[in-house]
């Protein structure tokens, strides 16, 4: 399922067989004569263009070409009753079931061949990288957008008060390269993980620390902020010898990151920590509001910690982050999908992810500020009307007590969809649990430790880890999520409160 099947140069499509990855797409593309548009690709290259589009997986790009879905011209598959269709966009019907099977989650039937809409040969992109303050963050991302590219990603640390932009400007017949050329450039996001790194040691220790009762808790919060610092200046791309923030480099090869196993950053086996992830697509007119939510549900949530901190060392000694880690903004274009995540948007589309680093010695504890997330998201889902990204995120998200993620899509896609499973899987042998879960707005099981299991918003104690509590959280309190219960008075506490000097 790796293979090219066909080469229309005139029209500058690939065929290609479902089952290959998006690094072999890319050197497929070259060799034979044509390139991939900048920002379809997601940022790992090990990922299958099958699973891709039917996950409606996302690259970078407000309004324009921002997914595979995107360029997605013809699908050849088959379904339950073991009829083999070929789909063209061409045709009505083609548009149709190209339109269903993209974000489909392979609930109509198995995708075996692409077609997808290529460049020419050569075609190239400039990265170029900023770093900035914050303070306008949404202003400034409106006017990179209209002015620069609408490439764009970003990584954010609202805590610290900064954030780095990559921008991917395609060059155009005539533009002359402003950067060095490097004609194997890679994304490096990804940069394979030390393997049982000084990260591994220090992770486990900083989420035992939940409740700040250790001996050692500033110097854990402290090394917090500074290595959720040093993430932040992960190199964008890189080629062999060197690392460049400015070059010119190949459309093809512009965003992703090679393959990195068995060292990749998420793999527990490797590091012996991993990375959580959770994203949120809303209209990009809402970026403002959801910017300044996710600001004051930061301070609000960070608060309660800082008071503690405050109270035990003394005020402003330490400093309170986020978990190592960062904010993505990424951004896509709306589309007339049933089930994709960017369906009856007509606006550009705001991808919003958080990835923090995860200690592999303590999936009995959430890390620290955990509970961050669990009120984002349900602002995201309730407020924002938020649709999850399908594969990259818990159980809990899908299973929202009030906040279905059905009707989050338009009311009539769904039951456009469940017909055509009617024709082309009527036993639903396809049908995937995430998709039963939303058509049948299916709401949390309940059991001890749920939300710790990410299964479920807490609503009793029981549901969270040992020593937190399920509380209403400090920001948006209609939402509960599992709290550090700190201690209220200095004496409470059993380890000794440094000497001021
Ligand atoms: C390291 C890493 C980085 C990532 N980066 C991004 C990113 O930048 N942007 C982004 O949007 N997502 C990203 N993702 C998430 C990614 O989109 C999902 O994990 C997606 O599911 C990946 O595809 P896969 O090849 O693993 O497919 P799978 O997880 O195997 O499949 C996904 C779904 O598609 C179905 N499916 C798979 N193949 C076919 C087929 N041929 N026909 C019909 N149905 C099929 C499966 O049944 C399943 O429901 C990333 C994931 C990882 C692990």
């Known amino acids: 399922m790796n293979d090219v099947v066909a080469v229309d140069y005139e029209a500058r499509r690939l065929t290609v067989q479902a089952g290959m990855t998006v690094q072999n797409l890319a050197d497929a593309a070259v060799r034979n004569g044509l390139s991939v548009p900048v920002g379809v690709f997601p940022v790992y290259g090990n990922l299958t263009l ?8 996302h690259g970078t790009g407000a309004g324009v070409a921002s997914s595979l879905g995107d360029i997605l011209t013809g699908v050849k598959w088959v379904d339950s009753t ?5 789909s063209d966009v061409a045709t009505e019907t083609g548009l149709e079931q190209i339109r269903a099977l993209i974000g489909g989650l392979g609930l109509l ?19 170029e990288t900023w770093v900035r303050d914050d303070a306008n963050l949404a202003a400034d991302i409106r006017s990179q957008l209209a002015t620069s590219t609408p490439h764009i990603l970003i990584f954010w640390r609202p805590d610290l008060r900064y954030y780095k932009a990559y921008h991917y400007k395609p060059l155009e017949a005539g533009d002359v390269p402003r950067h060095p050329y490097r004609p194997d450039g890679r994304g490096g996001m990804l940069s394979p993980a030390p393997p049982q790194s000084i990260m591994t040691d220090y992770l486990a220790a900083y989420t035992a620390d939940f409740d700040e009762s250790g001996p050692q808790s500033d110097f854990l919060n402290a090394q917090g902020c500074a290595l959720g610092d040093s993430l932040m200046n992960l190199p964008g791309f890189r080629d062999e010898t060197s690392v460049l923030y400015n070059a010119t480099i190949p459309s093809s090869h512009a965003t992703f990151s ?3 196993s068995p060292h990749c ?14 994203e949120l697509h809303i209209g990009l007119s809402r970026l403002e509001e959801f910017l300044d939510d996710v600001r004051s549900i930061i301070k609000a949530e960070e608060q309660e910690k800082q008071d503690y901190l405050d109270r035990r060392y003394g005020k402003g000694k330490v400093s309170v982050c986020l978990p190592p880690g960062f904010f993505w903004i990424r951004f896509g274009k709306g589309t007339k999908n049933l089930l994709a995540t960017t369906a009856g948007f007509e606006e550009p589309v705001l991808y919003f992810m958080a990835t923090f680093l995860v200690s592999g010695y303590s999936s009995y504890l959430p890390t620290k500020l955990d509970h961050i997330a ?7 889902l309730c407020k924002y009307g938020a649709r999850p990204h399908y594969g990259k995120n818990f159980d809990r998200l899908f299973a929202h007590p009030k906040c279905h993620v059905r009707d989050n899509f338009p009311p009539e ?6 017909e055509l499973q009617m024709k082309h899987d009527p036993n639903k042998v396809f049908e995937p649990e995430l998709v039963t879960r939303m058509v049948e707005r299916r709401g949390p099981v309940y059991g001890d430790k749920c939300a710790l299991r990410r299964e479920c918003y807490c609503k009793e104690d029981s549901h969270c880890a040992d020593g937190f509590k399920c509380q209403p959280s400090a920001s948006y309190p209609e939402f509960k999520a599992c709290k550090v219960q700190y201690p209220k008075q200095k004496e409470e506490h059993h380890s000794e409160p440094k000497q001021e000097l």
Do not use: R
């Open 265 to 278: 950053i998420w793999d527990v086996k490797s590091g012996g920590y991993s990375i959580e992830d959770n």
């Open 413 to 418: 896609n769904f039951p456009k969809m469940l």
């Open 109 to 127: 039937g198995i995708m075996t061949e692409l077609t997808l809409q290529l460049l020419p040969a050569g075609s190239l992109a400039q990265v």
């Open 82 to 86: 073991g009829a083999i269709i070929h």
């Open 258 to 260: 090679e393959e990195c």
């Open 50 to 57: 099958g699973g891709l589009v039917a996950a409606s997986a």
């Open 374 to 380: 669990e009120v984002i998201e349900q602002v995201g």
